[in-house]
């Protein structure tokens, strides 16, 4: 593999992961001194923030000509954030859902990518449907803000000792242009550093031989995640474990509204959905968000034999791209053991777990 290509791929990585922080901080000192709560940043700015990096490298990759890596950047990120980064974090520390509006955010995001699956089965996101999936994403932030006034003090409590300080705290213009700083900068680092990756995803897709769909799935999908990775990694360890739930579920929400809307509306000729990805990947995306379902709601909480799950089950998901992508000769045998005993089991635990959900019952985390 050409030293160079790899050096594009993590170039584009390191710079994607350091504009996207500098980007979160930025807002999120901004938004403070606008008088926003602590609550609503972490809910709005902290998760679409989070997203920068995939909305970076699909509006490039759109408009470079390559919707198919635009498509899949959103698909297999949310299915990695949902899979690797909830489960990693509740083996860290088990999850439990105390933020009653995770409870409308999961129908939410169940909703979501409902919808733009019926949207892409036609074969393309264009025009139309960028907009309404970007009217989506402004509905949806300010039914965010005004919901957020409702929750709980402890939850409150739980979003002030994240970001240090009281919305309205005095700040010195020289403190509000660094922050600007952090906006602008944090933009121009992220869009640089997408189009590095972009260009050496394709670079490596060619030198491979396999389609951009599944590098888009795999490696630039896990790529820009890395910013959600970090963040809930971090609430987890923290101890602050809304912020670690509410950051992957509202991220996944943005990236289906405001990502696959806004590269819609601004790719010449709209987004191509390629028929592998709307007949396959799109439904392991709205399996997953169906997943969180009864293991959110069964006693509010993800226990670490649950995370495992997901783990195991975000590997087995990739394993899959990989022989096919290949053509290897495991490919048949790995299929039927996929379909006709893991899957089948996969259900079965969770409507179990539904059942118990529904009948009141639960659970603490183990």
């Known amino acids: 593999m050409d030293l160079m290509v790899i050096g594009l791929l993590l170039g584009g990585l390191v710079l994607l992961v350091v504009g996207g922080e500098l980007l979160v901080r930025g807002a999120s000192k901004l938004a403070l001194v606008a008088g926003i709560s602590p609550l609503v940043i972490g809910l709005t700015v902290v998760a679409f923030g989070t997203s920068a990096p995939e909305l970076a490298v699909s509006v490039q990759a759109g408009l470079a000509g390559n919707p198919n890596i635009a498509v899949a950047n959103v698909v297999g990120s949310n299915i990695f954030n949902v899979l690797f980064i909830l489960g990693l974090c509740a083996i860290i520390l088990p999850l439990m859902v105390a933020q009653q509006l995770i409870r409308l955010d999961v129908p939410i995001m169940i909703g979501v990518s409902l919808l733009v699956y019926v949207m892409a089965v036609d074969g393309r996101l264009g025009l139309t449907d960028g907009l309404l999936l970007f009217a989506g994403i402004i509905i949806y932030t300010i039914w965010a803000i005004r919901k957020s006034r409702q929750e709980t003090k402890a939850v409150q409590a739980e979003y002030d000792q994240e970001y240090g300080e009281n919305p309205g705290t005095r700040h010195g213009p020289l403190e509000i242009l660094l922050n600007v700083g952090f906006v602008i900068g944090g ?48 609430a987890a360890i923290r101890k602050e474990r809304d912020i670690a739930i509410g950051n992957v579920v509202g991220s996944n929400i943005f990236n289906i509204l405001a990502i696959l809307g806004i590269s819609g509306m601004i790719t010449p000729g709209g987004l191509v959905v390629a028929p592998t990805m709307a007949s396959f990947d799109m439904l392991v995306m709205i399996g997953v968000a169906l997943a969180c379902l009864p293991i959110f709601f069964s006693g509010y909480a993800i226990a670490r034999w649950e995370g495992a799950v997901f783990l195991a089950a975000y590997v087995a998901y990739t394993v899959y791209l990989i022989f096919t992508a290949t053509n ?21 635990a969770l409507t179990v777990l539904g059942v118990r959900a529904l009948n009141g019952g639960n659970k603490q985390p183990a």
Not at 206 to 227: C, E, F, K, R
Not at 330 to 337: E, S, T
């Open 187 to 234: 933009l121009a680092v992220l869009i640089l550093g997408a189009r590095w990756l972009v260009d050496g995803a394709i670079a490596l897709a060619q030198s491979l031989g396999v389609s951009d769909v599944v590098i888009g799935l795999t490696i630039v999908a896990a790529g820009t995640s890395m910013p959600e990775v970090a963040a809930s990694v971090v």
């Open 328 to 348: 290897h000769s495991a490919l048949p045998l790995y299929a039927n053991v996929m379909t006709y005993a893991v899957l089948p089991l996969l259900v079965i």
